[in-house]
């Protein structure tokens, strides 16, 4: 089994900082991409960020310049550090990685995801 445990939502004023932590866990071989994903209430699961294992990192427009992921490969960690916070960033942000469970062939790899972190933006 693998754990997605997502931590560092809460609650901050509008210009403010928040840095989000998702560790994997269990029976891991591989993790190929990792993303952090928000949904705000009413609104359809978005990608905000992800990051490839070689580092390769895409954005959603609306937080480019404002947000950096990043991600340690020897603790299986991904990290969204999120600057000048505005009040549209509100929404409860998703951990989501692709992970290859056992090294026997065919590798196979499968997506998981987070119980999800609240982030809440306030004007």
């Known amino acids: 089994q693998v754990q997605l445990v997502e931590s560092g939502g809460g609650l901050v004023q509008a210009g403010g900082s928040l840095r989000l932590s998702c560790a994997a866990s269990?029976?891991?071989?591989?993790?190929?991409?990792m993303g952090w994903y928000r949904q705000a209430p009413g609104k359809q699961r978005e990608l905000v960020a992800s990051i490839t294992s070689g580092g390769t990192t895409n954005y959603v427009d609306s937080v480019k310049g404002r947000f950096t992921i990043s991600r340690d490969n020897a603790k299986n960690t991904v990290y969204l550090q999120m600057n000048s916070l505005k009040p549209e960033d509100t929404a409860v942000y998703y951990c989501n990685a692709i992970i290859v469970t056992t090294s026997l062939l065919p590798w196979t790899a499968s997506n998981y995801w987070g119980q999800g972190t609240q982030v809440t933006v306030s004007s």
């Open positions: 269990g029976s891991i071989f591989s993790i190929n991409a």
